[in-house]
């Protein structure tokens, strides 16, 4: 399998693309395999309370025969959970044959209380599995069961954790109109517990990727979204947040649509909440903001972004100060202007403080911040980055043990060799660079396993660190 | 060929035969063999004979030759054909792994190195059952198969640890991991009992022990690229058990043997590896663990002894140390200043010991040690890693660091004072970590650049170095006497010049010591000492300075060249051309006797070339006599012409083709130095010197073509009248430099001197093939850089042969064709001409073209008039930078010279001209197309040049 060079690779990432392949800027890249846990901030929103086993043995082993409904009222609401699952089954299925499902009657005979109330039950994930799919298949009635489905409170946990199942449940939802039936519950008396499971079942329905929400649901869903992010209660922040951030996950016109309703001054005011669970999603949404165009990511600095990213990058967990540099890498690729007022703001301090001693997962994005910043900014821009102290921590760096982290590292130095060589100054950064350990390091980059690593060490040694013996030195 | 008893029997014939010493025999057998790998059951011919021949030689040779077979043919290129059957395929996969396992290690080996090629191409997607197959065999519980299981998973997943990131390789890792990871963990517990069931029996450990190194191998590919879930989850499994091995010992596996590194010191290595990929990439993960690594790591290191099979662990287990230690959060596990004690006493001194092997390799193996010591390629030793180590310590704890070694150095020195002869080892030591306490940052240029404050390199050079290097017996203590001269050398930044004075005759008379070592750093540091730049740019040392050791520096330098084991040392002959580079005049009068043992030197080497940088050196200070020289009085060239030719002719003739391109060059320097004629003993040379076979090594082309340049430059008339019949020659080796991107510009060279120097009838016959040549490269690939020696070259001609000639020569070739270049050439392309004399060149020729060219006023190319100004006056540079050129250009050569010394006045006198000529058109043409900031300028260039257009 060739290894395609990283740079290009990254490079079709960005929306920038072909206007300047030296500028980087990075989306989130979500479509990747990943080998860790999954995000623990991430994951605890997609269920709550339930969990559901949705293994394709358990669904494909189905042996319950139909039932008549007067059997499927009295096993649901029997004692045993035996019968309580085989009701659940038979219900579900019933409810999802195509003509003239039994909506009401299921309805009248109170089932939906008796459904919500298996949702809880922990110790039992086929109860309520089958209960959660009953339910689903209730809401996507006509709108007025999808109503009598969202009154129920707790059922709205349900809808939230289908729709949190993936693309296709929430487009299910959304398609049997469950939006405006939540949208419709959010009012100034609405109360605050109730309030809170809205905002989270809203941003289960924004949530996933490939395809996104549609469009239209997006833009009903965006006003309230709004509205809420301007509440004081942290969890509804939190959820609001969230949801803005799976909607800036996107290309630009999706980050355009958030953009446009002018919440980012509230988002950047909200990178500063005590609670770390409203910061985290804050920051996702600008950090999704500031991959976007050069307009866009402006909007974000106008807002004083770089005044908040240098105490991020200070935070004590590690995950925001990576977060936070992915942002400031971003915001890197942009043009000198942009650069210029990342000097302005103090933030090079931070970025070379994590460069040095910053977690591994830190580092990498703040390399990139450096190699984006190097190949944007002016060659003023990058003496200054040097005197920073860059220079010394990205050397330092190149003994990581992550071949793309050093591949993006030989490209900053060579970029900085380049901004060196308008000075006329070649020779003396040749001799910073050893005097660092850069040429050591740089020589035994050379014996690297990776072929690009090695040919970008090998180049750069030819090119400007060392004096080729090919003429007479008189 | 079918699977059968005949074709077995008569491949085994031939493979018999490909192991045969002569060639005779063994070629036709290879080739036979070449020829028939592509038939269908080939592949599985060599495997039954792996596994079924009666004799062991040639099922290793089936073995082996299978392996290339795979490495030659199991990848599919797209376009190709496929060139091994489905069949084949199939049958080698579902066998390949039990036969693998079920052989002997030599051929267990090669079928595992033939797993993993097929394995790269066809793993997991073609060979989904491969892992499960393998990870089967876990429970065999035959620890012989285990280990060719785990042997070939490392050489499956080793790339891990190199490649980057991407979709593809983490879906293969992710598959890898669900049905890999926890076999493995099972395997890595069970085996770690066994070695406690089997702790009495030394065969059984070994065999477990090998089966742990694998294991812990494969943890450190399976966790490169990111942390794995199922890995993070089962930390504690791994990490107690990793833990539990790096404290240890079994008596029965340690090994005698001193040098090569036993099973315990490999398994326990790469545990240091695994504990610093957690710690560098997954601290926050690992950081419980952290604190017991560091304890565990060091207690390893304060009880493994000096023996070399220690070094790959030791220096492996600093290092942790040593990344470990700059961390912020990690401070406090050092901050003790009993820990750092400690850690300085235990850990750092003794590894910085002069250890016997050192002193072996200080004896008999100076080359090595020079590398080691002086060129840093020591990277893998434990003095490196020690001192990575003291630097490390010295970000948060410089002060009490620095406080702890002082008292050791004292203490050494002290040692070393009360019996030098049996202690000047604590000596060494002392200096070794002065050395690394004191250098923060270090240059070859420079030495050290920024030293620890708080250690004084003056009072230690004054009290303890200057004692070493004033020794009278150089030859005593030569360790101590190279750590001396080292330290001068690289503290050389930090020393008061005086010092440095003082130390100069010093180092001057080591160059006499036996030791090899020895003199070749007293040479090493007299040629940095050289190299210092003092205020003004000028050298630090200056040769009024030097004068009074003159002499004895030349005499012993060269002297030292005939010591046993220097006659080819580079760091010699480099002192002696940097000594010519420094003492310049003063050497003039040595250069006679001087001349002849260089060139005695050169006519040795040149039997056999095997150290270039003493060759390169050896030909700059070649170089430097005969400029040097010369410039005072230029008639000696002939005696240096005297002495080098028959060197020269003796390298020429045996093709020694490394001394080729400096012959050349050498030979171009004297011959530039002739005024204005060439010697026949040159013209006798000229012949040879346009052989084909000398211009297909590129190495040759530049000096090659300088020096024909400098035939051109003093000969052309001669060239022309003696030796016309060379003239096709010469242009064929403009031909096929033209023709080549890489080469074009140096044919350009070539082309402008011989318009510029060979008399224009001699070359009349060929001007228009000239263009032609050009024309056909010009229409197969247009480069930049091609376009722009184009360019000198057509106005070169033209301020050459004048404008007219250009032109007709143009439209000669094709009709309207001289418009087409105005156009299409020069016009769009001038701009992108660089180089002051490139730039007057052209500026000249376009005047010429502008002013001097009847079809330019009155044909239809009269369009491209004004264009072709404008064109002139917006090149970059035309504006203004001009009146720079005398300075500007000084060293190049500039053929147009002093005859236009402005070429802005030359086009205002060339439009005036030209205006007076056909009055009223010049201003109309100006004033209907050219631009108001081109116009300006050009009113500006008038006003200068005192005329006006009528």
Redesign the interface.
């Known amino acids: 399998m060739p290894t395609k060079n990283v740079v290009d690779e990254r490079i079709s990432k960005f929306k920038n693309k072909g206007k300047d392949p030296a500028k980087l800027r990075e989306k989130r890249i979500s479509a990747c395999v990943e080998l860790r846990k999954a995000n623990k901030d991430e994951n605890f929103l997609k269920r709550r309370n339930i969990s559901v086993d949705l293994s394709s043995d358990y669904i494909s082993n189905e042996m319950v025969a139909s039932l008549a409904i007067e059997d499927i009222i009295k096993d649901v609401n029997s004692n045993c959970r035996e019968s309580q699952t085989q009701g659940c089954q038979a219900a579900r299925k019933l409810l999802s044959q195509e003509r003239n499902p039994p909506l009401k009657e299921i309805i009248a005979a109170g089932l939906l209380a008796r459904f919500v109330s298996f949702l809880s039950m922990d110790d039992e994930p086929n109860l309520q599995f089958e209960a959660a799919w009953a339910l689903t298949n209730i809401a996507s009635g006509t709108s007025w069961h999808t109503q009598q489905v969202v009154e129920h409170g707790a059922a709205v946990w349900a809808l939230g954790n289908i729709a949190g199942d993936g693309a296709a449940y929430r487009d299910i939802l959304i398609e049997c109109n469950v939006v405006p039936a939540l949208l419709a519950r959010i009012s100034p008396d609405t109360p605050v517990g109730y309030l809170r499971n809205l905002t989270w079942t809203l941003s289960n329905l924004c949530r996933n990727k490939n395809p996104f929400p549609p469009l239209s649901a997006v833009q009903r869903m965006l006003p309230s979204l709004i509205q809420l992010l301007h509440l004081s209660d942290k969890d509804i922040l939190s959820d609001a947040c969230w949801a803005i951030s799976y909607l800036s996950d996107g290309d630009n016109d999706r980050i355009d649509i958030v953009v446009r309703t002018g919440i980012v001054p509230r988002l950047v005011e909200l990178m500063s909440h005590e609670e770390i669970s409203v910061v985290t999603p804050a920051l996702r949404s600008i950090g999704n903001i500031v991959s976007g165009s050069d307009l866009q990511t402006q909007a974000a600095v106008d807002a004083e972004v770089l005044k908040v990213i240098p105490v991020l990058m200070r935070h004590q967990k590690p995950s925001v100060q990576k977060e936070a540099a992915w942002a400031l890498s971003n915001i890197a690729a942009g043009p000198c202007r942009q650069i210029q007022q990342l000097i302005t703001c103090g933030l090079l301090p931070p970025l070379v403080e994590q460069l040095r001693n910053g977690d591994f997962k830190t580092q990498r994005e703040a390399v990139w911040a450096v190699t984006n910043f190097t190949s944007g900014g002016t060659v003023e821009q990058v003496v200054h980055l040097v005197q920073s102290g860059a220079l010394e921590a990205i050397i330092n760096l190149l003994q990581v043990k992550d071949a793309k982290v050093i591949l993006v590292i030989l490209e900053a130095i060579n970029n900085i060799f380049m901004a060196a060589e308008k000075l006329g100054e070649t020779e003396k950064l040749s001799l910073l660079v050893e005097e660092l350990g850069g040429l050591d390091r740089v020589e035994m980059l050379q014996n690297h396993d990776n072929e690009l690593v090695y040919q970008a060490a090998h180049s750069l040694i030819e090119s400007t660190l060392v004096m080729v013996m090919s003429t007479f030195e008189f | 060929m079918e699977l059968n008893d005949a074709n077995l029997q008569s491949l085994t014939e031939f493979l018999r035969k490909t192991l045969d010493p002569d060639p005779a025999v063994r070629r036709p057998a290879e080739k036979f063999l070449e020829s028939v790998e592509g038939n269908q059951n080939y592949p599985l011919l060599l495997l039954t004979m792996l596994e079924k021949s009666q004799d062991q030689v040639i099922r290793v040779c089936a073995a082996v030759t299978f392996k290339n077979y795979i490495k030659r043919n199991w990848r599919i290129v797209e376009d190709e054909p496929n060139k091994v059957s489905d069949a084949d395929r199939t049958a080698i996969k579902a066998n390949i792994v039990n036969l693998m396992l079920s052989s002997p290690e030599q051929i267990q080996k090669q079928l595992s190195d033939a797993i993993s090629i097929i394995g790269r191409e066809d793993f997991p997607q073609k060979w989904p059952d491969l892992l499960t197959e393998m990870v089967n065999r876990f429970r065999s519980g035959d620890f012989h198969i285990i280990n060719g299981v785990l042997r070939t998973a490392h050489s499956l997943f080793k790339?891990y640890?190199?490649?980057?990131?991407?979709?593809?390789?983490?879906?293969e890792?992710?598959l890898v991991?669900d049905t890999f990871a926890l076999p493995l963990t099972e395997l890595f517990k069970a085996t770690i009992e066994l070695c406690q069931t089997h702790a009495t029996d030394v065969n059984a450990l070994k065999v477990l022990f090998s089966s742990l190194t694998l294991i812990s191998k494969l943890f450190y590919s399976l966790n490169?690229?990111?942390?794995?879930?199922f890995f993070?989850?089962n930390m504690e499994t791994w990490m107690t058990n990793f833990h539990g091995l790096l404290t240890l010992d079994n008596k029965l596996l340690q090994t005698n043997d001193e040098e090569e590194a036993g099973l315990l010191e490999l398994l326990k290595s790469q545990i240091c590896d695994n504990a610093a990929?957690y710690a560098?990439?997954?601290?926050?993960e690992f950081q419980p663990y952290l604190p017991r690594f560091v304890t565990a790591i060091w207690n390893l290191l304060v009880s493994t002894g000096q023996e070399v099979k220690y070094d790959l662990l030791v220096s492996n287990a600093i290092q942790f140390l040593a990344s470990v230690c700059e961390?912020?959060h990690y401070k406090h596990l050092f901050e003790d200043q009993n820990t750092l004690t400690s850690i300085c006493e235990k850990v750092i001194v003794p590894n910085m010991e002069f250890r016997s092997a050192d002193e072996e390799a200080f004896e008999d193996n100076s080359e090595e040690y020079i590398r080691r010591d002086l060129e840093?390629s020591d990277?893998d030793t434990r003095r490196r890693a020690a001192c990575d180590l003291v630097r490390g310590l010295c970000k948060f704890f410089e002060g009490p660091v620095t406080a702890i070694f002082s008292g050791y150095v004292n203490s050494m020195l002290g040692e070393y004072a009360k019996s030098p002869g049996q202690n000047w080892k604590h000596k060494d030591a002392a200096i070794y970590l002065v050395t690394s306490l004191a250098s923060k940052?270090?240059?070859?240029?420079?030495g050290i650049?920024?030293a620890n404050e708080l250690v004084d390199l003056n009072e230690f050079f004054v009290n303890h170095i200057l004692s070493d290097l004033k020794s009278p017996n150089v030859n005593e203590f030569p360790v101590l006497k190279a750590d001396a001269i080292k330290y001068v050398m690289i503290f050389r930044s930090q020393l008061p010049k005086e010092q440095l004075l003082q130390a100069v005759p010093l180092l001057i008379s080591h160059l006499q010591a036996e030791s090899t070592v020895e003199h070749t750093y007293a040479a090493h540091a007299l040629e940095r000492l050289f190299t210092m730049r003092g205020p003004n740019n000028s050298t630090l040392i200056t040769p009024a300075e030097m004068a009074p050791f003159t002499e004895q520096l030349l005499n012993n330098l060269f002297k030292a060249l005939a010591l046993p084991g220097s006659e080819e040392n580079e760091y010699i002959m480099k002192a002696i051309m940097r000594s010519f580079s420094l003492l310049q005049d003063a050497i003039v009068p040595y250069i006679p006797t001087l001349i002849g043992q260089l060139t005695h030197k050169l006519l040795l080497v040149s039997k056999n070339p095997s150290k270039p940088h003493f060759n390169?050196y050896l030909?700059?200070s070649l170089?430097?006599s005969v400029?040097i020289t010369c410039k005072a009085n230029p008639t000696t060239v002939s005696s240096f012409e005297e002495a080098l030719f028959p060197v020269f002719t003796e390298i020429l003739q045996n093709d020694v083709q490394e001394f080729l391109p400096y012959v050349f060059?050498v030979m171009s320097l004297l011959l530039e130095i002739h005024s204005n004629s060439i010697p026949s003993s040159y013209m006798a040379l000229f012949p040879h010197l346009l052989q084909p076979v000398l211009w297909e090594r590129t190495g040759n082309i530049?000096p090659l073509v300088r020096l024909l340049q400098a035939y051109l430059e003093k000969g052309g008339p001669s060239i022309a009248s003696s030796a016309a019949d060379k003239i096709p020659g010469l242009l064929g080796v403009f031909q096929k430099l033209i023709a080549s991107k890489a080469n074009d510009h140096q044919g350009f060279y070539l082309i402008n001197s011989i318009i510029e120097h060979m008399p224009a009838e001699s070359i009349t016959q060929y001007r228009k093939q000239i263009y032609i040549l050009l024309f056909q490269r010009l229409q197969g690939s247009k480069t930049t850089k091609f376009i722009k020696s184009f360019l000198v070259f057509i106005n070169l001609y033209c301020v050459k042969y004048g404008a007219i000639a250009l032109q007709e020569m143009f439209d000669s070739i094709q009709p309207k064709m001289f418009g087409m270049v105005l156009e299409k050439i020069i016009i769009p392309e001038v701009q992108k001409v660089s180089g002051p004399v490139e730039k007057k060149i052209c500026a000249v020729g376009i005047t010429k073209i502008l002013t001097e060219c009847p079809s330019m006023m009155d044909t239809e190319y009269t369009k491209l008039w004004t264009p072709l100004l404008q064109a002139l006056i917006d090149t970059p540079g035309y504006q203004t930078a001009f009146s720079q050129l005398a300075f500007a250009g000084k060293k190049e050569h500039d053929p147009i010279g002093d005859a236009v010394g402005n070429p802005k006045i030359l086009l205002a006198h060339s439009l005036h001209k030209l205006s007076t000529a056909c009055p009223g058109r010049v201003p109309s043409m100006l004033s209907t197309s050219l631009n108001a900031d081109a116009l300006q300028f050009l009113q500006g260039y008038l006003q200068a040049a005192t005329v006006q257009l009528v």
């Open positions: 790339r640890r190199h490649e980057f990131k991407s979709n593809e390789l983490w879906t890792i992710k991991l490169f690229q990111d942390l794995p879930e993070e989850d990929l560098q990439k997954y601290d926050e961390r912020p840093g990277i940052a270090q240059t070859q240029k420079h650049t920024q390169h030909f700059e170089c430097l400029r060059q530049p």
